[in-house]
Structures are given as structure tokens and as C-alpha cells.
């Protein structure tokens, strides 16, 4: 069959989108506002783009435009951190992602801990087997469809201790899990191993 995408209600394009593509990996993004008052929200349109310099970018949405408050913190501050969600994380992310008031502390509220940032503003979550500072490159936005890109270089790595070993993370023992579709997460250890493809440059002809 062929669906276009344009004839769908909003919903079914969300649901659409969301099945299609899977597992997402989910940013646990925590910023602080200019008043001090820490947040935490996930977000699952979030990818990694480049390594050197380590860009992250994930997309907020804001429906009818009022801005989300990561968005508004992130523009204030402009800084955030990125906090990997493990298995044990689950809980608190999906409590975290309820639509609280903007006084409101989801990192207080699901009883996780905040430490002061090193290199930026915002905290990271001590709970997160890795979480990434990141300082704020660039916001996109998508005219008319309240979509914010936010683009950030991590600057700094939090990372649990014994989980890293001779230059290496070991991402087994990181716990991960994505996002599948609404209300539903996949672990990160139903693994397989494929060994990419060396091409030799063509050998000279005898
Ligand atoms: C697994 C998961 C993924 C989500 N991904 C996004 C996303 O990519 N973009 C977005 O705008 N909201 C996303 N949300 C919803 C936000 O987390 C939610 O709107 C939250 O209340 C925003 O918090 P804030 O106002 O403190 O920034 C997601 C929620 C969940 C549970």
C-alpha cells in the first residue's frame, strides 16, 4: 500500500511516524531556568550527527506554540544536558514527561538527583549511566509547525563508573532502552554482530 502522509489526520501521522521509525533513542534532557529552578523531559526525535565535534540534536514540538520548558530554558540559558535512560531510568523518564507546570522540578519530583553542571548551567542526572553537557549551536525552527531543532555539542561526558574500559563504553552494560510506539520501549540487549565490509583498493594487473 502507499500512504500519503498529507491526507492523514495529525494523530495518524504522529502514529505513523513514530511505528515506522523504531527503536528511538530517548534524551533525558535537563536544563535549568533563569531563576534556578531545575526540569527534566524526554524527548525521542533525537539523534547524534557528527562525533568531532560531538553535535546532538533533538526536535521540540510545541503544540498551538507554547513553548515546552526545555525549549524556554534552553533559549535563556542556552545549554543543556543530555542524560542516556537505562532500564532503571524508565519510570522516572515517563513520569518526567507529564505536562507539569513550569514550577514544577521533574527531577525532584521523581526523587532523582541533580548536580551542578561542570561546563554549563544545566544539571545532569547522577541516576544516568551517561550524560553529556552540551552547549547550544543552533535552534531550527520549522515555520508555522511550532517544531524547534535544537542543536548542541556535548562538551562534557558524565559516565558511570565501571562501565568504561580501555578507551571503550561498554554500551551492554549502559542499559539503554528506545522508544517504539506509543507507551511502548524496547532494552538495548537482544544483540547481533556484523562485521562491515573492508574493499580493497584494485590490485595493478600483472
Ligand atoms: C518517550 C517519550 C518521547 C518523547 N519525545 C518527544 C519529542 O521528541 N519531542 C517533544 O516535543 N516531546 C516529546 N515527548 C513529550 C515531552 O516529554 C513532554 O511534552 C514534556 O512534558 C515536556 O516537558 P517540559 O515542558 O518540561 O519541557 C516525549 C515523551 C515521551 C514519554
Known sequence: MELDPATLSPREAYQLLITSIVPRPI????TISPQGLTNAAPFSFFTALNARPA??????ISPGGVEKDTLRNIRA???FVINIVSEELADAMNTASGDFAADVSEIDLTGLTALPG???????????PVSMECRLTQI??????FVSIIMGEAVLFHIRDGIYHDGRLDEMQVRAIGALGTNSYCRSDATFGLVRPTIRPPQPSR
Open 27 to 30: 534524551a533525558f534532557v535537563s
Open 55 to 60: 553535535l546532538l540534536a533533538f526536535s521540540v
Open 77 to 79: 540559558t542556552r545549554d
Open 118 to 128: 561542570v561546563k554549563v548551567k544545566a544539571p545532569w542526572i547522577a541516576e544516568s
Open 140 to 145: 531550527v525552527e520549522i515555520s508555522d509547525s
